[in-house]
């Protein structure tokens, strides 16, 4: 009774720490670092205080209500000491850059810190600095930053070639002229929280390299041994590389099988092609495509037998000191040290960490001949990964992994268990895929490695018959029941974080699992030693990968779902966890409710009558959704960002697909890149929308959405009681192509003119309020537009992102807005929004809101006095604040 209190004691202290610990993650500023530190002190103070007077009354009798006092006192101690352990780490965690050092010119000096990631751009790489000058006098910059040196610069209209910038590696001294700027992310509804990222892996700051006509070129000084395990990687992964050139070069047809088996050796996701990466999320296995938490507990499971097995066999050879340790333990140790070998190698990636640090919790109880409740050993190893790393409690990886390794536990109906035998219950990584399946493979695993052949003659038949007569079959029946317990009950989570969930993964992971995990990812490890491997390792690859093609490609290979509010999703969780654990049957009837929203939840939309404009977070471009009652629109499609990625890839079709959109109609102001960058996702998920441009005929963009409409002024219609009229640009304009109409495309090419001449001008009202898009209109389409007689509006998306070009005083007196929403990058080169065209709206008296300030702005015409920015609704203490 007293192990069961204090276990229950135990257990109700880690929920309590848990606790603190999200309370800290939710504050938007951070306390001075003498509060953190006054506070660690009250909560040691008072639980030594409390744990002494609880072990002291043993013998008497207390009340009730102050035995729950004590608890509650306890308990608090246990939330606070959390709070503050979690606030100091983070006081600690990066160097500020000083904002007056932001676009200037910097010569620092520093070493590569990790293996440069290879683009078609060029290398993005961590940079260690050890000095740093501006103008020839030190100043102070964070210690780490993350730095691109690109041989393409951008341009309006696309991407001009420059020098390709010399292979970086790591170790490497480097001298630099970079430009620097605070880690600065986009802040879109429920998107990837870059700024996070770049915090969690201690990153303060992030530029580029400078190689202008003007600037000192690059120096590599010396070849250091500071970082020898990237170098080694990186020395690994383009051997690898130069080996599989055919099979990576784009010259055979199908996946960069390459870059998936330099994935497999190295941990360098880069390496894998975005559109693979497409097919895998589709099919569930993304997680067995690069090093993660199942590869790390495969590894370390197959290094304990291994050497267990090696241990026992010296006995018999003679050698004494075996009989004085176990073989177990000696066998758990040394697997648990080459496991992290092996993970530091992988790249000491966060799913590769947290594995290890549980698989650490679960060797030391293994070893302590203690028997330990499954529960408690759930939340110790949790507990562990989060005193060492806090803000993996915001990681959706984390959360998939430690609820399956739950729910598998709960669903066995196992009472207390020695800690041995909690080793067949691996713990898994950062996406659902790992969480579902990471499992299933060990105990696969275990399976094929308990067979024992019979005598030297058992031949391939005999081994087949002993796995299907044996307790192969009964393991097999096991992994499909484990998948599909935590498919389910993992459903609700993957819906939350993601909007999606393949339906084909079950079948997909049933080969993928035993066949990337016991052939392919041992033959890509075996090529370090023999290149040859390598190539047997792609050759086993190419079979599952038209394997996965062939499942990705039918038509409900995966469900999308709007993503739900957090509360509906824990619901969610509960209803399918009293669906996969021992309950009753009138429990598991009565939770069915409970799962409705999550898999029928709609994003609220606005009344009919009204609207509601969405200005996306895309940097320098223009990407603004429009909802009606029933209808969707997209004005533009934001910016290319590099020749490999694009604001549709990285904001618009997460951003669509979370809310469950499908587009009516998707519109393309003109030409320029950063607003038709994305067009061509966009296009690619939402194969029903219709597309409006103002662009030329032969446009790559109109053979993807063919026939297409040309936006000329007077065109218009009605959603749901709202009005959309075309403005611009005018049929008798420079633009004019008479044989060009509504639903067709002519092959009649357009005049050479500036495409912003050309931009299409919206303008959407109903009853209540209006706004007006404008693209990149300047003062002369400014003027053609007021003569033709515009009216007042509530919401101006400034023209041309606040040029000087544009925001003439004559339109913006004809048009009086209340809110003027500039989309703008931060530290943008062009220095967008100018100062003067600030002023100007400062002196109309109106307001003025930044993507680069707000993040995502939304705005409804029922309120149109009210606005929501995405970058003070959701900030946190990490997030940068821009001066």
Not at 12 to 34: F, I, M, S
Not at 254 to 262: F, K, M, R, S, T
Not at 726 to 749: I, M, T, Y
Request: net charge positive; glycine share 10%; hydrophobic share 50%.
């Amino acid at each position: 009774m007293q192990s069961m209190n204090w276990a229950r004691r135990l257990w109700l202290g880690l929920l309590a720490g848990g606790a603190g610990l999200a309370l800290q993650l939710h504050q938007v500023a951070l306390w001075p670092t003498q509060a953190y530190g006054w506070a660690l002190a009250a909560a040691c103070l008072g639980a030594a205080g409390l744990s002494a007077r609880w072990g002291g009354a043993r013998g008497g009798r207390r009340t009730t209500l102050w035995t729950a006092a004590r608890l509650g006192g306890l308990l608090l101690a246990c939330g606070l000491f959390s709070f503050a352990v979690t606030g100091l780490h983070a006081s600690i965690q990066v160097g500020q850059l000083d904002s007056a050092l932001e676009g200037q010119d910097l010569d620092v000096v520093g070493v590569v810190q990790a293996m440069p990631q290879r683009q078609d751009l060029g290398w993005r790489f961590r940079f260690q600095v050890e000095s740093a000058k501006r103008a020839g006098k030190p100043v102070s910059v964070p210690e780490q930053i993350y730095l691109g040196w690109y041989g393409q610069e951008g341009h309006d209209s696309g991407w001009r070639l420059t020098a390709l910038p010399e292979p970086v590696q790591a170790g490497e001294r480097w001298r630099l002229r970079v430009r620097l700027k605070a880690p600065h992310g986009h802040m879109n509804p429920r998107g990837f929280d870059y700024e996070l990222w770049l915090f969690e892996q201690g990153v303060g700051a992030t530029g580029y390299v400078r190689t202008g006509g003007r600037d000192p070129l690059p120096q590599r000084l010396a070849q250091t041994w500071a970082h020898p395990v990237e170098w080694w990687r990186q020395t690994v992964r383009d051997r690898l590389l130069d080996r599989l050139a055919p099979w990576g070069d784009g010259a055979a047809p199908g996946p960069n099988l390459a870059g998936i088996v330099a994935a497999l050796v190295t941990g360098d996701q880069a390496a894998i092609d975005r559109s693979d990466w497409d097919v895998f999320r589709a099919t569930g296995v993304a997680h067995l495509m690069s090093i993660s938490g199942l590869h790390v507990t495969m590894f370390a499971w197959l290094a304990t037998l291994w050497v267990g097995w090696c241990w026992r066999m010296s006995a018999l050879w003679g050698f004494q000191g075996a009989l004085r340790w176990p073989a177990a333990h000696v066998g758990a140790w040394s697997g648990l040290a080459l496991a992290a070998l092996y993970a530091v190698f992988s790249g000491w990636g966060v799913p590769a960490q947290r594995t290890l640090w549980m698989l650490t919790v679960v060797v030391v109880l293994r070893v302590s001949a203690r028997q330990w409740p499954l529960a408690l050993i759930w939340l110790l190893a949790g507990a562990v990964v989060l005193v060492i790393d806090p803000w993996a409690f915001l990681q959706a990886g984390f959360w998939l992994s430690f609820v399956a390794v739950g729910v598998l536990m709960a669903s066995s109906g196992q009472g207390p268990i020695k800690a041995s035998q909690a080793m067949s219950s691996p713990f898994m990584p950062e996406r659902l895929d790992a969480a579902n399946d990471g499992v299933k493979a060990l105990r696969l695993g275990m399976g094929l490695g308990s067979l024992r052949l019979q005598g030297a003659g058992a031949g391939v038949l005999g081994l087949f018959k002993t796995w299907i007569s044996g307790p192969f079959g009964g393991r097999v029946l096991g992994l499909l029941r484990e998948q599909a317990v935590v498919t389910l009950a993992l459903a609700p989570l993957t819906l939350l974080f993601f909007g999606q969930l393949s339906v084909v993964g079950l079948l997909a992971n049933l080969v993928a699992i035993p066949w990337v995990t016991l052939v392919v990812t041992p033959l890509a490890l075996l090529g370090m030693i023999w290149s040859e491997a390598w190539v047997w390792a792609a050759l086993c690859l190419q079979p599952l990968a038209a394997w996965l093609s062939w499942l990705a490609s039918w038509p409900l290979a995966s469900l999308s779902t709007a993503m739900p509010p957090v509360g509906l999703a824990l619901l969610a969780l509960v209803g399918a966890v009293c669906w996969v654990l021992p309950a009753p049957r009138a429990l598991k009837v009565l939770s069915l409710p409970l799962l409705w929203p999550v898999l029928f939840w709609s994003h609220p939309r606005p009344p009919p009558g009204t609207f509601e404009l969405l200005a996306a977070d895309v940097g320098q471009g223009n990407a603004v959704l429009v909802r009606t009652a029933s209808h969707s629109l997209l004005y533009d499609a934001g910016p290319r960002y590099s020749a490999e990625s694009d604001a549709g890839h990285r904001v618009l079709v997460p951003l669509l697909a979370q809310m469950g959109e499908r587009l009516d109609r998707l519109v393309l102001s003109h030409r320029d890149s950063d607003h038709t960058g994305g067009g061509a996702a966009v296009l690619a998920m939402q194969p029903q929308a219709d597309l409006w441009t103002s662009l030329e005929d032969d446009h790559p963009l109109h053979r993807l959405r063919s026939p297409w409409t040309r936006c000329q002024a007077g065109q218009s219609w009605v959603w749901d009681g709202v009005r959309f009229e075309v403005l611009h640009p005018f049929a008798d304009g420079p633009n004019k192509s008479p044989e060009a109409g509504p639903g067709e495309a002519s092959r009649q090419r357009l005049p050479r003119i500036k495409p912003n001449a050309v931009s299409c001008v919206l303008r959407i009202s109903d009853q209540n309020a209006s706004a007006l898009l404008t693209g990149d209109i300047e003062a002369p389409q400014e003027a053609q537009l007021v003569q033709s007689g515009l009216s007042r509006v509530d919401v101006l998306l400034v023209p041309h992102h606040g040029s000087k070009t544009s925001s003439s005083a004559p339109f913006l007196e004809a048009l009086q807005p209340r809110l003027a929403l500039v989309q703008a990058g931060y530290r943008n080169r062009f220095g967008h929004p100018a100062a003067p065209v600030l002023a100007r709206y400062e002196d109309m008296n109106i307001t003025v809101v930044d993507s680069a300030h707000c993040g995502a702005a939304t705005w409804r015409s029922q309120a149109p006095d009210r606005w929501v920015c995405e970058r003070e609704r959701a900030r946190r203490y990490w997030h940068h604040a821009p001066p």
